[in-house]
Every structure is written in C-alpha cells, then in structure tokens.
C-alpha cells in the first residue's frame, strides 16, 4: 500500500523559509512523478509544483518558481518543496501527491496517491 507522508510545516513570518518534505513508502518512487498541491480555507485545492521521474520540474506561475523549488532524492524516496520569502497567501495546507507515471501534471485527477497534508501558516 502506497504511504505519503508530509513533513515540516508550520508557523513563520512573512519572509521566512520553509523545506517541506513528503516520504513515499510502499511503492516504487522511482517510477513516477510527484505533485505539490495546497489548499487554503475556502479555496479549491491548487497545483504549486511538480516534479517528473526524471527530475524535470513545472510550477504553478512564474513566481513562485522564483520562490519556490522542488526537488527529489530517488535514494530516500522523499520528495521537497523548498519555499523563500514566504507570504501571508503561502498560508494552506500543503500536500504531496504521486502519479504512477510521468511527467507530472497540475491537474489534481492524475495522481493516484495523496499523502495526509501539512499546515503551513505565515504570519504578516
């Protein structure tokens, strides 16, 4: 059974970092592309970043590319979503997601593995 487990949320203030973490278990993580998505309260759940088997990456606009970037280490089964300069609108609930195939996608109907989430709140 496919396990995603996200890790490292939390509260900052604005301008800070965070590197969230989600561990795969259960499945072979080298085979398929991973998602970033997050949710706010009252909003639809939105793509943010995505990586591909091979570590191509997409993200949602260009800027959070300029603050955020994604990455994946095949060995720990664990991919990361490193976030700069956060702002108040970062704030959600991020999870991580697993498609059994590449490249990723952000549409949220592609993957067929969601981990639980992690809070992410930022402060003004």
């Known amino acids: 059974q496919v396990h995603l487990v996200e890790s490292g949320g939390g509260l900052v203030q604005a301008g800070d970092s965070l590197r969230l973490s989600c561990a795969a278990s259960?499945?072979?993580?080298?085979?398929?592309?991973m998602g970033w998505f997050r949710q706010a309260p009252g909003k639809e759940r939105e793509f943010v970043a995505g990586i591909g088997r091979n570590g191509g990456s997409t993200y949602s606009e260009d800027s959070l590319k300029g603050r955020f970037s994604i990455s994946r280490d095949n060995a720990k089964n664990t991919v990361y979503l490193q976030m700069n300069s956060l702002k108040p609108e970062d704030a959600a609930v991020y999870y991580c997601?697993?498609?059994?195939?590449?490249?990723?996608?952000?549409?949220?109907?592609?993957?067929?593995?969601w981990g639980q989430g992690t809070q992410v709140t930022v402060s003004s």
């Open positions: 259960g499945w072979t993580f080298s085979n398929g592309a």
């Open positions: 997601a697993v498609r059994n195939g590449s490249p990723s996608s952000p549409h949220s109907s592609f993957y067929d593995y």
